[in-house]
Structures are given as C-alpha cells and as structure tokens.
C-alpha cells in the first residue's frame, strides 16, 4: 500500500478554497479501523457546508462530505464489531445511536461527519469502528455511499417517525435523493405515493420508479391536483423538501390526522405556515435531522430484503469534485456520487 493519498481539504470557507492534497494515510489507533473510500455520495448540505459552514466553527483544514462506502483495510487494537476485509458505509450523526438524539433545548447536538467531525472526501479514513454500518450485499458501492443520509432521511421520516402503513397516501415533493428513496419506501411498504415535480420528463422517471400519480406544479394548482387524486382525502404523510414558505402548501394538501416530515430548506430555513389548517386537520410536523445508527443497520436490512435500488443521477471521480457541486447546483435525479474507484 502507498504510504501517502489524496485528500480535499480547504483552509477557509468557499468553494475556491478547496484543494486535492496528497497527505500520509492516516494509522488506525485503538478502536478505530482503516477504511479505503470506494464512494462517496454528495447532499445539498455538503454544498452548503463548504459555501458558509452552516454557521458552525470548523476546525481548518476542513474536508467536506459525510457519506461513504468502502472497505475496511486495517484495524486498531480492541476492535471487535469490524474486521478487515468487511464492506462498510458511514453514520451521519456517529454519536446518535438510538432512542433520543444528543443534546438538550439549549444546544441541540448536531455533530456529523463533514461539520463538526472529519468529512470522508478522502481516499483513506480511520474512523471509530462505532461510526460505521455494514453495507448492503445487494447494493454496490456507488449505491451504498447514497444511504447515510438521503436514505436514512426518508426511511426515518417515514418508517421510524411516521409508522407508514399499507394503503396509505405519500406526497413526496421532488426528485432529488430523498425524494426518490421516500419513493421506494413508500411502494416497499404498500403505499400509494404521489409525486411533484416541475418536469415531465423526470415525472415519466419515477412512474417507472413505481410512482402511482405524477403532478406538474408548473401546470396549475398542485394542492388541487392532490385533492383530486385523493377524492378531498389529502396525503396522509408529505416528504417537505422544500421549507420556506412552502410549508403552507403541504398543510394544505395534508389528510385529517396526517404526518408532515419538514427536511429541505431549498426556499429557506424560516419554515411558515397559517395555523388554522395545522389546528383544524388536527396534523403532526415532524422536524428530521437524517437518523440514528440502529434505523440505518434497519434501513440496510430493508435494503437487501426489498430489492430497493438507489437511483444514481451521475458519477464523478475524486478530481471532479467541483463539476460534482456544479451539477448539485443545477439539482439531480437522484444522486451525485464521488466514484473513487471508477466503476
């Protein structure tokens, strides 16, 4: 093995100040394993850590990105839940485990790889043999990478919080990563899904994904639309991908007693709604932060059980990350992925 790989790394905020480094492979100490990045799959926050840091205090040099799949190569003294040679993919949030997230109403915890820890950009990475999940045997590497945090958004929104059950409604709004996964849940769990978006084309795409109704916003009143296919019943559960002001749409296209997961914040993070529909429809709003480890070991088994299949927009290798966040700007279907190892 060489002695030495390549990192991105920046030393201040922006996307100018990113630079691919050759640096020493890092040694596993003790509780740590080795990982030889074999993908890594790229989220609108990744895009939004590097631009402004999201406002948090990062530790410079700083490398970005939170979600990978790869091998693990080396291990360190005490490490019993890995070994060498197992695939692997990485935890969003390594200190969230199960039941109730870190952190207190003061100072909610959000403390996730490529922020507050060490991002995977990275042909190496050692990493606590608790910061990591086996990998799916049915996905490849390259689909892997794309369930740390867009899969375990939607499975967790909907599964974990949301209790889907069969023959229920889903308004998925989009067809980025954790729409379509939303998507794929959904149908695996015997669900009618609906989705929104402004293009035909990528409507057409998720009909063949199994999408039971695909609404343009761009062709009139998609709440109308919702009510229609709905007969005035309303989706039972919505996948908000959007924030802003936005929110107000979804309460209005939410069913009597139905869920709302709020997770994007493509029209900004200063979510509004009236109250009257929130109150009168008797609705929950759940707010998602991605999920813990134990719903990620549940999504991988769902993975493999169900035959759902990450739809993967483009590929990039390491040295094209900054056409990668180019295409993130322009928005995706599906995932962009880093492919570290060209396939």
């Known amino acids: 093995m060489s002695q030495r790989m390549k990192r991105w790394e920046m030393g201040q905020n922006g996307r100018d100040a990113l630079e691919l480094k050759e640096v020493p492979i890092p040694e596993p100490r003790a509780g ?27 530790e410079f040099p700083f490398t ?62 050692a990493l606590s043999q608790e910061w990591l999940v086996r990998a799916p045997e049915t996905l490849s590497d390259a689909e892997a990478s794309t369930l740390p ?11 974990e ?9 889903v308004l998925v709004e989009g067809t980025g990563g954790v729409g379509l996964f939303a998507l794929q849940i959904a149908k695996a769990h015997g669900a009618r899904v609906i989705v929104i978006s402004g293009s ?4 057409a795409k998720v ?14 009143d998609w709440v109308e639309a919702v009510y229609k296919l709905t007969s005035d019943h309303g989706a039972d ?8 002001p936005h929110l107000a749409k979804a309460f209005q296209a939410v069913a009597v007693n139905g869920k709302i997961y709020q997770i994007g914040v493509l029209e900004g993070f200063d979510i509004a709604s009236p109250a009257g529909p929130l109150m009168l429809k008797n609705a929950e709003l759940h707010g998602i932060s991605v999920g813990h480890r134990r719903a990620l070991e549940d999504l991988v088994a769902a993975t493999d059980k169900a035959g759902i299949k990450p739809v993967i927009d483009r590929r990039y290798p390491l040295a094209e990350l ?18 570290l190892e060209g396939r």
């Not at 945090?149 to 599964?159: N, P």
């Not at 035909?200 to 409507?203: C, F, N, Q, S």
């Not at 900054?322 to 492919?339: E, P, S, T, Y």
Request: one cysteine or more; charged letters at 20%; glycine letters at 14%.
């Open 161 to 169: 919080k949301g209790r889907l059950q069969a023959g229920q409604t």
């Open 322 to 339: 900054q056409a990668a966040l180019d295409h993130l700007d322009r928005g995706a279907f599906g995932k962009i992925v880093i492919d």
């Open 32 to 58: 740590e394993v080795l990982v030889k990045v074999a993908a890594v799959s790229l989220n609108y926050r990744d895009k939004l850590m590097i631009e402004s840091g999201m406002g948090m205090p990062l």
């Open 207 to 220: 009909s063949a994904l199994g999408a039971d109704h695909g609404v343009n916003r761009n062709a009139g």
């Open 64 to 125: 970005p990105g939170s979600d990978l799949a790869g091998t693990v190569v080396a291990v360190g003294e005490g490490v019993t839940r890995l070994a060498k040679g197992q695939r692997v993919i990485s935890t969003f949030s390594p200190d969230w485990l199960d039941g109730t997230p870190p952190g207190n109403a003061r100072t909610p915890s959000y403390r996730a790889l490529g922020g507050a820890y060490t991002g995977v950009l990275a042909e190496y990475i």
């Open 200 to 203: 035909d084309d990528k409507l």
């Open 149 to 159: 945090c867009a899969g375990l958004t939607a499975w967790f929104a909907l599964i």
């Open 237 to 244: 559960h919505i996948v908000e991908l959007v924030g802003g």
